[in-house]
């Protein structure tokens, strides 16, 4: 079937409640970024099962995907002193993301001048005087200019100033750490637009990384980040969200080549849920999960509804420590709206469960990807400084339940996740069928993304 086939494809919806007939009932007004939606049909033509399962698809992303895109490489509170630094990686690539003497925060490509060593360990992080090469001992200063080599004498055809390390685009953006690999690419405000007009970047900024999950998967990359571009498989995978949750009916929305959102809704059962449910049936469940300050006992008042309720009951709790929510609509606080930022990063910007997903191949396999997870808390308004997280690093076949800290309850839902990944990477190389069908509305976003990557490796299909 072709893209024009029907001029009615994409228009049909979910039945029941939309998100946008639950936003009208909000207790707030709600801003307007919410209450606008952009979609438009893209196409329905299956995506071909090789671009997740081709070496030679995933060497053209290695070649012209990863090295001009902005991805977020770490927190500013990863490297709060002068010295500190982390170390990002994503496929081949290598990047030291560290605070100079003046305080102004660099990035360099992880490699030595001299034999092209790396110079500080993939995936790690601390603080050192000076960037120096474990190897022979060529040691750069800070602000990358080459401080000292051994054997001086043995160089005379070495400049000084033609050794500095090599700088990396950085950005900032809500308290990350962006970097492009990409002279050339667009601004970060630019390539993240509209969510810098969306979401005030406070919002992320005062927070800090209370925990942080790095989880092995036995998948492309791309299946990983996809588990999470829709909300269609929560009927069949999250079952147990029915009650609580949208699934169906979620708002999807893209913007440009880069950005995408859904809008989840908490507080409302799915239509296809059999059960019928009080609002405050709902509101006892949907006090399950990792919610803090959940209090038992609160009580739906007449006429009212648990969406109305919880987001009082965070009002009242959080907010009495961290920002001023008064006037915060209910969905800014209680709903999942997440953005996805190509290539691998999605931000949820929902009071109650700020989470931060990024997604990237481990080494050069194809078949292998790591998933970061961290959850983001306010930081103290006194200015009391707050260590981030360590990640907890995961096999692909350990639960996120024996994580310390981690809520049973959310923990499930993302064993969930990702135990479909691996058996959709193979499921994909078992196939006769040449590549995947997707929903015109509910999977919009995946389609939104491979047509951007089509863009970034130049071809169209
Ligand atoms: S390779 Fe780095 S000092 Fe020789
Ligand atoms: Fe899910």
């Given at each position: 079937?072709s893209?024009?086939?029907?001029?009615?494809?994409?228009?049909?919806?979910?039945?029941?409640?939309?998100?946008?007939?639950?936003?009208?009932?909000?207790?707030?007004?709600?801003?307007a970024?919410?209450?606008?939606?952009?979609?438009?049909?893209?196409?329905?033509?299956?995506?071909?099962?090789?671009?997740?399962?081709?070496?030679?698809?995933?060497?053209q992303?290695?070649e012209?995907?990863?090295?001009?895109?902005?991805?977020?490489?770490?927190?500013?509170?990863?490297?709060?002193?002068?010295?500190?630094?982390?170390?990002?990686d994503?496929?081949?690539?290598?990047?030291?993301?560290?605070?100079?003497?003046?305080?102004?925060?660099?990035?360099?490509?992880?490699?030595?001048?001299?034999?092209?060593?790396?110079?500080?360990?993939?995936?790690?992080?601390?603080?050192?005087?000076?960037?120096?090469?474990?190897?022979?001992?060529?040691?750069?200063?800070?602000?990358?200019?080459?401080?000292?080599?051994p054997?001086?004498?043995?160089?005379?055809?070495?400049?000084?100033?033609?050794?500095?390390l090599?700088?990396?685009?950085?950005?900032?953006w809500?308290?990350?750490?962006?970097?492009?690999?990409?002279p050339?690419?667009p601004?970060?405000?630019?390539?993240?637009?509209?969510?810098?007009?969306?979401?005030?970047?406070?919002?992320f900024?005062?927070?800090?990384v209370?925990?942080?999950?790095?989880?092995?998967?036995?998948?492309?990359?791309?299946?990983?980040?996809?588990?999470?571009?829709?909300?269609y498989?929560?009927?069949?995978?999250?079952?147990?969200?029915?009650?609580?949750?949208?699934?169906?009916?979620?708002?999807?929305?893209?913007?440009?080549d880069h950005?995408?959102?859904?809008?989840?809704?908490?507080?409302?059962?799915?239509?296809?849920?059999?059960?019928?449910?009080?609002e405050?049936?709902?509101?006892?469940?949907?006090?399950?999960g990792?919610?803090?300050?959940?209090?038992?006992?609160?009580?739906?008042?007449?006429?009212?509804?648990?969406?109305q309720?919880?987001?009082?009951?965070?009002r009242?709790?959080?907010?009495?420590?961290?920002?001023?929510?008064?006037?915060?609509s209910?969905?800014?606080?209680?709903?999942?709206?997440?953005y996805?930022?190509?290539p691998?990063?999605?931000f949820?910007?929902?009071?109650s469960?700020?989470?931060?997903?990024?997604?990237?191949?481990?080494?050069?396999?194809?078949d292998?990807?790591?998933?970061?997870?961290?959850?983001?808390?306010?930081?103290?308004?006194?200015?009391?400084?707050?260590?981030?997280?360590?990640?907890?690093?995961?096999?692909?076949?350990?639960?996120?339940?024996?994580?310390?800290?981690?809520?049973?309850?959310?923990?499930?839902?993302?064993?969930?996740?990702?135990?479909?990944?691996?058996?959709?990477?193979?499921?994909a190389?078992?196939?006769?069928?040449?590549?995947?069908?997707?929903?015109?509305?509910?999977?919009?976003?995946?389609r939104?993304?491979?047509?951007?990557?089509?863009?970034?490796?130049?071809?169209?299909?």
């Open positions: 079937m893209a024009t086939a029907n001029p009615k494809s994409g228009e049909a919806r979910c039945p029941g409640i939309s998100v946008q007939d639950l936003l009208a009932r909000d207790s707030r007004p709600v801003p970024y919410l209450t606008s939606q952009n979609y438009s049909f893209l196409g329905d033509e299956d995506i071909p099962y090789e671009r997740y399962t081709s070496q030679a698809f995933f060497d992303e290695v012209r995907l990863w090295p001009r895109t902005w991805q977020w490489a770490c927190r500013e509170e990863h490297i709060p002193e002068s010295g500190d630094y982390y170390v990002y994503v496929g081949p690539y290598s990047v030291i993301v560290t605070r100079t003497e003046s305080g102004e925060i660099k990035a360099y490509r992880n490699s030595c001048m001299h034999r092209g060593t790396k110079l500080k360990p993939s995936f790690s992080s601390g603080a050192s005087f000076s960037i120096r090469c474990p190897y022979h001992g060529w040691d750069w200063n800070l602000d990358g200019t080459l401080k000292s080599f054997c001086e004498w043995d160089f005379p055809h070495v400049r000084a100033e033609a050794m500095s090599t700088p990396v685009r950085l950005g900032l809500g308290g990350f750490v962006f970097i492009n690999l990409d050339d690419a601004p970060l405000l630019e390539y993240l637009d509209p969510l810098p007009k969306h979401i005030d970047s406070r919002v900024e005062e927070r800090y209370a925990q942080h999950i790095q989880k092995e998967l036995n998948c492309n990359w791309k299946i990983a980040s996809e588990a999470f571009l829709e909300a498989h929560v009927m069949e995978t999250h079952s147990q969200l029915m009650r609580t949750n949208g699934d169906a009916n979620t708002q999807y929305d893209f913007y440009g950005v995408s959102r859904l809008i989840n809704v908490a507080g409302s059962p799915s239509t296809f849920l059999k059960e019928a449910m009080t405050q049936e709902i509101l006892d469940l949907f006090l399950i990792d919610r803090d300050d959940v209090a038992e006992g609160l009580v739906v008042p007449e006429g009212g509804n648990a969406r309720v919880m987001a009082q009951h965070f009242d709790s959080v907010g009495k420590k961290g920002p001023d929510l008064s006037q915060v209910d969905s800014e606080i209680v709903d999942s709206i997440a996805f930022v190509f691998n990063q999605q949820f910007s929902g009071v469960f700020p989470i931060v997903y990024r997604f990237r191949p481990l080494g050069m396999h194809e292998r990807a790591l998933f970061d997870l961290i959850l983001l808390k306010p930081r103290p308004t006194d200015g009391t400084r707050v260590e981030p997280a360590l990640p907890v690093w995961l096999k692909a076949e350990e639960s996120y339940t024996i994580v310390p800290g981690m809520d049973p309850y959310v923990g499930e839902v993302f064993d969930q996740d990702t135990g479909n990944m691996q058996a959709a990477h193979e499921g190389l078992a196939a006769a069928k040449p590549g995947a069908t997707l929903g015109n509305y509910q999977e919009v976003r995946i939104h993304f491979h047509q951007t990557l089509s863009k970034y490796l130049g071809s169209t299909d």
